[in-house]
């Protein structure tokens, strides 16, 4: 394969600046008289490449990856040298001295001619949508599906007639060989070797393009019931699916404008968002999410929004996807949708402005794995569950790196299974230390165990109408959020509200075959040591109010560390006036 003149190459190192090309495909920052980033050739997690305006170089001292322009450009878009040198020449203007197509090698047909091959395909393929009578049942199903005629051409969507010799007598036509047509995956041969024929027939065609906007695979989508519903051209020289991500030159600015993408799953999950003008989307192919895929979305943002579809198949790919971007260092949340809505329904019926604010509200990646882990056991009253539950969790939180960050989603998860936070959180301590994934069932303490102050106030008050009247009326249902006791004294309250007295009988009662059976058993067993009365009652009372805004107070400074990390001044001043209201209450109970 011929090179460029010297004088050529010269010309273009010297009109391209390698930071602003650089740019482009990786997130550089300046320190000192360089730029760094994490090195898109490699995973790590502090950045190790380095690029140097003065000498118009780049070196990653991780992975020993280095060279120019031309080289960085070979190792981002796996080209050779030669097509590097048009890659950049064509992306910056710079006119190139005409020459021959390079001879056949050991791939055979030269790249162009498969990449013509394919420009021409998704013209007519586009063409007989919109122009050609046989495109009509087509046309109809995508615009009764909402998409517009401008998004139609800016995708180049596109229709396969299927009499089945279409399309590769149009192309042969047009001088394209047989085996550049086989090698693209656009026809295929017969079992006996005998016969050609279009790979797809009577499909709605969604072009796959390299991020350079090439087209370089079809997804083609049945009308009807035929199956399989979608059909995807095979891998190719031009075309490996587990490095490409749909949508992604369309996407790519929008997705650095919003420093974050919203992955999603089909053709359609993608089109219909960016039309309403969702403009920084990609979608995966499937719901095999690949590592290359995440490390081709890791050149243009570090945080991602994963919106699959809510149907079990969805839910399992949304969980599997999430190791791969914590492996890649990646903020990840979740955009959980209605049930029997994908992002295509979903933005149809919402619009833009509603879907926006819902994609504000999506949660973090360990709320979505704990509350799929509470749906899959169903019965948080089985200490069996709630085991299994927290070691669906754990991998997840032994990889929170910020110690504040973990207790406060270990405080939140134990509540949520009415256990003792503090054991627990020493428990997923001691795991993330030792890199243990999982806990044994006798590790965790017994669930539903009540601290003192609880008890003690249950024993005083149940059946003592004058310490219910006394103490009852100072206390309100978040007095005993989170507790083990916490459904008791909810009934408690609700029966004083009604003007009922409560005794053990009336708790037996209403909680009969419950958890709290074993909580109200314990609670008449043991005999309350004697001098404790209305001081015991406050002071267990007071402590209880104590916990829980020592409790307010961690989730205050967690909050306060994530609003000085993105820099919301806003946030900051509310929580900080939150934060002088708790200290105040917790001041005023100390002194009593």
């Known amino acids: 394969m011929p090179f460029y003149p010297d004088g050529v190459l010269d010309e273009i190192r010297n009109s391209v600046n390698i930071v602003s090309l650089i740019s482009e495909f990786v997130a550089l920052r300046k320190r000192g008289k360089n730029w760094v980033a994490r090195c898109p050739f490699h ?42 040198v048009r890659f950049i020449a064509e992306r910056y203007g710079i006119p190139l001295p005409a020459r021959p197509d390079p001879p056949e090698g050991d791939h055979g047909l030269p790249t162009d001619t498969l990449r013509k091959a394919m420009a021409a395909a998704a013209e007519e393929y586009h063409r007989l949508l919109t122009q050609a009578p046989e495109g009509a049942g087509a046309l109809d199903y995508l615009e009764g599906r909402g998409v517009s005629a401008e998004t139609m051409r800016r995708f180049q969507l596109g229709y396969s007639p299927d009499n089945g010799h279409f399309l590769l007598e149009h192309l042969q036509s047009r001088g394209f060989r047989l085996d550049a047509l086989l090698e693209c995956g656009l026809v295929k041969r017969s079992e006996d070797g005998m016969r050609h024929y279009d790979a797809f027939r009577g499909r709605i065609m969604f072009p796959i393009t390299d991020i350079r906007g090439r087209v370089i695979a079809f997804g083609g989508r049945a009308l009807g019931d035929h199956q399989p519903k979608y059909l995807n051209s095979p891998e190719s020289r031009l075309y490996n699916k587990s490095r490409n991500l749909f949508g992604l030159s369309h996407s790519r600015q929008g997705i650095q404008r919003a420093d974050c993408a919203i992955l999603v799953e089909g053709y359609m999950d993608f089109i219909i968002p960016f039309q309403y003008g969702i403009e920084n989307l990609v979608a995966s192919l499937g719901t095999s999410l690949t590592a290359q895929q995440v490390k081709l979305l890791g050149r243009y943002t570090r945080e991602v929004i994963v919106s699959y579809d809510p149907d079990s198949a969805g839910q399992a790919a949304t969980q599997r996807s ?26 149809r019926r919402v619009g833009a402005e509603k879907y926006r604010e819902r994609l504000g509200k999506s949660v973090s990646y ?21 085991i299994q539950i927290i070691n669906s969790v754990l991998p997840y939180l032994a990889r929170v790196p910020h110690a504040v960050e973990r207790s406060e989603y270990v405080f939140r998860f134990a509540r949520r299974l009415r256990i003792e936070d503090q054991q627990l959180l020493a428990e997923v301590k001691r795991a993330a230390k030792n890199r243990k994934l999982e806990l044994r069932r006798e590790s965790l303490p017994q669930a539903g165990a009540m601290r ?17 009247r006394q103490f009852l009326p100072l206390c309100s249902a978040g007095d005993f959020e989170g507790l083990a006791a916490e459904r008791i004294f909810g009934f408690l309250l609700d029966e004083f509200a009604a003007g009922r007295e409560v005794d053990f009988d009336a708790l037996h009662r209403r909680f009969a075959a419950e958890p709290e059976q074993a909580m109200l058993a314990q609670l008449q067993m043991e005999e309350v040591p004697e001098g404790h009365t209305e001081e015991t009652a406050q002071r267990s009372l007071d402590a209880l109010r104590t916990m829980r805004l020592e409790l307010r107070k961690q989730q205050i400074s967690t909050r306060i560390a994530e609003a000085e990390r993105i820099r919301d001044d806003e946030m900051l001043n509310r929580l900080f006036r939150e934060r002088v209201l708790v200290d105040r209450e917790l001041v005023s109970l100390s002194r009593g």
């Open 43 to 84: 995973t790590e997690k502090t950045p190790s490449f380095n690029v140097s305006e003065e000498k118009q170089i780049f070196m990653c001292f991780g992975c020993q990856v280095g060279g120019d322009i031309f080289k960085f450009i070979m190792q981002i878009e796996h080209l050779t040298f030669p097509e590097s």
């Open 452 to 468: 003192l102050a609880e008890k003690r106030l249950l024993q005083l008050v149940v059946g003592n109408r004058e310490l219910q």
């Open 366 to 386: 360990l709320d979505f794995v704990f509350e799929n882990a509470v749906r899959s056991q169903g019965n948080l009253d089985n200490p069996k569950s709630k």
């Open 322 to 347: 999430l190791e791969l971007f914590l492996e890649e260092d990646f903020r990840v949340r979740v955009f959980p949708l209605p049930e029997g809505q994908d992002p295509d329904a979903f933005i």
